[in-house]
């Protein structure tokens, strides 16, 4: 559509057209594109009817997608055991930010975490993170556990192939040596032994 449209002799009709720019990118909003007859010269052949004016809106179409992932993977419980869980989208995040409900981890004395019920990536960002971090102790055999966090599907975003990311807290330290402590009848028998052992030394003494 250009400043002007000539209608040809005997015709009744001119066309234009307004075509969307493909694109994948989120959040990108909505744009309208508005087409209006100027108001003839003096002295034109023509009158303005009704309407003067179109408007042609272009509406995104593109969902954004949520993504998590957590590095490292596994951590031991010894201090300074920190995983770091990191949302993604797919494209800067609109006016006001974007919040995206999570699941987090169940509560746990092997861990702590930052995470809550939701994440929110601010206004032009990209991502946001939250923490899970190993709760240091010297306790043996305390087993391992993994600490879960999951992308909860809502209106305003979609939930990409990374939904959800497990960070494995395991236990590093070893069981403690046993000794074995003799019974009494172990005790009985090596003062036997020790009774022999002496009266036959007295013998050859003899």
């Given at each position: 559509c250009a400043s002007t449209m000539v209608i040809g002799a005997g015709q009744t009709t001119k066309q234009c057209t307004i075509t969307a720019v493909e694109n994948t990118v989120p959040g990108d909003g909505s744009a309208t594109a508005t087409l209006a007859l100027a108001m003839p010269a003096a002295g034109a052949s023509y009158t303005l009817g009704t309407p003067t004016s179109a408007t042609v809106t272009v509406n995104n179409d593109d969902a954004y997608v949520a993504n998590l992932t957590c590095t490292p993977t596994t951590l031991v419980d010894a201090p300074n055991n920190m995983s770091t869980c990191t949302l993604t989208l797919n494209g800067p995040a609109p006016s006001g930010g974007l919040t995206v409900g999570?699941?987090?981890?169940?509560?746990?004395?092997?861990?702590?975490?930052?995470?809550g019920t939701s994440l929110t990536v601010l206004q032009g960002q990209t991502a946001t993170t939250c923490t899970i971090t190993a709760a240091?102790?010297?306790?043996?055999?305390?087993?391992?556990?993994?600490?879960?966090?999951?992308?909860?599907?809502?209106?305003?975003?979609?939930?990409?192939?990374?939904?959800?990311?497990?960070?494995?807290?395991?236990?590093?330290?070893?069981?403690?040596?046993?000794?074995?402590?003799?019974?009494?009848?172990?005790?009985?028998?090596?003062?036997?032994?020790?009774?022999?052992?002496?009266?036959?030394?007295?013998?050859?003494r003899r």
């Amino acid at each position: 559509c250009a400043s002007t449209m000539v209608i040809g002799a005997g015709q009744t009709t001119k066309q234009c057209t307004i075509t969307a720019v493909e694109n994948t990118v989120p959040g990108d909003g909505s744009a309208t594109a508005t087409l209006a007859l100027a108001m003839p010269a003096a002295g034109a052949s023509y009158t303005l009817g009704t309407p003067t004016s179109a408007t042609v809106t272009v509406n995104n179409d593109d969902a954004y997608v949520a993504n998590l992932t957590c590095t490292p993977t596994t951590l031991v419980d010894a201090p300074n055991n920190m995983s770091t869980c990191t949302l993604t989208l797919n494209g800067p995040a609109p006016s006001g930010g974007l919040t995206v409900g999570i699941t987090p981890p169940t509560d746990s004395t092997r861990y702590s975490t930052t995470c809550g019920t939701s994440l929110t990536v601010l206004q032009g960002q990209t991502a946001t993170t939250c923490t899970i971090t190993a709760a240091p102790n010297t306790t043996p055999g305390d087993g391992n556990v993994n600490a879960v966090v999951t992308i909860n599907p809502a209106d305003g975003y979609q939930v990409g192939p990374n939904a959800s990311a497990t960070v494995a807290v395991n236990n590093d330290d070893g069981e403690m040596p046993v000794t074995a402590i003799p019974t009494l009848n172990q005790w009985a028998l090596m003062l036997l032994s020790l009774g022999l052992i002496g009266g036959a030394w007295r013998q050859r003494r003899r």
